[in-house]
């Protein structure tokens, strides 16, 4: 008889030290992404960066001081962004979480909790405030 091995993330409810001006950016449009990574390093924050939700929740995992995800929703892969940003609130409630969408307009509802939503195009201004605003939290 053989198992098969299922990693998930698990609610861990650990204390961690996060750099709030230590951002992961989620987006699988490349020259968006870059544009984003440009504006926020401008801006005075720290970004890391991820073309899916797999390789983000590799780089969380290896990069514990994150306090920031921004995700835009619709991801290749077998994970959403909304799936991600999910998956993170649940096992890393210490980071803040901002998702992006150029296609949809989530209702309150559907976001996880303490989750913010910003419609694209996005006002890089607005983004940076909303990081930083989420970061006081």
């Known amino acids: 008889m053989t198992f098969n091995r299922v990693a998930f993330l698990a609610p861990v409810y650990t204390f961690m030290i ?65 799936d991600l940003a999910r998956l993170v609130s649940q096992s890393r409630p210490d980071i803040s979480i901002v998702i992006s969408s150029g296609y949809l307009r989530m209702p309150k509802d559907e976001l996880p909790d303490n989750v913010s939503f910003i419609s694209k195009p996005y006002d890089i201004e607005h983004v940076v405030k909303q990081i930083r605003g989420l970061a006081r939290l």
Not at 53 to 60: F, I, M, R, Y
């Open 18 to 82: 996060v750099d709030v001006d230590l951002v992961l950016v989620v987006e699988d449009e490349v020259l968006i992404r870059m544009s984003l990574v440009e504006d926020l390093e401008d801006a005075g924050l720290m970004v890391l960066e991820a073309g899916s939700a797999d390789e983000a929740l590799k780089l969380l995992d290896e990069n514990p001081r994150v306090g920031t995800l921004f995700t835009d929703v619709n991801m290749p892969g077998a994970i959403s962004g909304l």
